[in-house]
C-alpha cells in the first residue's frame, strides 16, 4: 500500500528534551511538509522540501529542525527551544513543488510535561 | 502576507439538508489551486475537493462542490444532502507561490461543522 507513515501516533517528552518525530512515504514525492495544529490555528507550516538536501523555513520554524537526507523521509526534530511544543503535528508529501494535491499522514500528538 | 480566510468557525446542519462554507483568499498569481480539506474526530486529512484557477468550470464531486469566484477570491464549498459522516473540521487551502519554483500550502483556520439527525 502507497502512503505516508508517521510515527509515533502519541509521543510524550520531558521539558527540555529534544524529540524526533518520524514521516516515510513510499509515494515517489518529491516534496515533503510539516505542519503543526493548535485548536483554532488551522494548519501552519513549519518546514518544507521540494527535493532531497534541500528543504526551506515555514511560516513557524523556530525551535524546530529538519533534515531531507532521502526522498522517502522527513524528520523533523522538536528541540528545547521551542518554547510551545505540545501540538499535533501533521507531515505531508505532494508528487512535486507544485503541490497540485497533498497527501496527510495520520500525525503525531506531542505532550511535553 | 498571502492569507486563506474562513470566517465561520462552527456550523451546523440538519441531515439531508444543505450548507456552504465561506473562504476568501489573497493572491497576486493567476494560476494556482484551491482545495478543501476533511479532517473528521480521526484527525486524517482528507482532500474534499480541488479546483484550478485556470478553469472556469466549478469542481464537483458527487455531494460537494464548490463557487469558485476568481474576481472576488472566493472559493465556498457547498454540501448536498447532508450525511452524519460529513461532520468535521473543514479547511480551506490555496498553494501560494513563496518566491521563484516554492510553494506553499497554505490552510485557513478551519470551521467545525455538525451534521444533526
Known amino acids: 500500500d502507497g502512503g505516508i507513515t508517521q510515527s509515533p501516533k502519541y509521543l510524550f517528552r520531558k521539558e527540555g528534551q529534544n524529540v524526533t518525530l518520524s514521516c516515510e512515504q513510499n509515494?515517489?514525492?518529491?516534496?515533503m511538509y510539516w505542519y503543526r495544529q493548535d485548536p483554532g490555528q488551522g494548519l501552519r507550516l513549519i518546514y518544507y522540501?521540494?527535493?532531497?538536501?534541500?528543504?526551506q523555513k515555514g511560516d513557524i520554524a523556530e525551535g524546530y529542525s529538519v533534515s531531507r537526507e532521502k526522498k522517502e523521509s522527513f524528520p523533523l526534530t522538536v528541540t528545547s527551544a521551542q518554547k510551545n511544543p505540545t501540538a499535533f503535528y501533521l507531515c505531508?508529501?505532494?508528487?512535486?513543488?507544485?503541490?497540485?494535491?497533498?497527501?496527510f499522514g495520520q500525525g503525531t500528538r506531542l505532550t511535553v510535561v | 502576507a498571502q492569507t486563506v480566510t474562513q470566517s465561520q468557525p462552527e456550523m451546523s446542519v440538519q441531515e439531508a439538508e444543505t450548507v456552504t462554507l465561506s473562504c476568501t483568499y489573497d493572491?497576486?498569481?493567476?494560476?494556482?489551486?484551491l482545495f478543501w480539506y476533511k479532517q473528521p474526530p480521526s484527525r486524517q486529512m482528507i482532500l474534499v475537493i480541488r479546483?484550478?484557477?485556470?478553469?472556469?468550470q466549478n469542481a464537483t464531486e458527487n455531494r460537494f462542490s464548490v463557487n469558485f469566484q476568481k474576481a472576488a477570491k472566493s472559493f465556498s464549498l457547498k454540501i448536498s444532502d447532508s450525511q452524519l459522516g460529513d461532520t468535521a473540521m473543514y479547511f480551506c487551502?490555496?498553494?501560494?507561490?513563496?518566491?521563484?519554483?516554492?510553494?506553499?500550502?497554505?490552510f485557513g483556520k478551519g470551521t467545525l461543522l455538525t451534521v444533526n439527525p
Open positions: 505531508a508529501s505532494s508528487i512535486d513543488g507544485r503541490v497540485t494535491e497533498a497527501f
Open positions: 487551502a490555496d498553494n501560494f507561490n513563496s518566491g521563484g519554483s516554492n510553494y506553499k500550502l497554505t
Open positions: 509515494l515517489n514525492h518529491d516534496a
Open positions: 479546483q484550478e484557477a485556470y478553469k472556469q
Open positions: 522540501s521540494q527535493i532531497v538536501n534541500d528543504f
Open positions: 493572491t497576486s498569481e493567476n494560476n494556482y489551486y
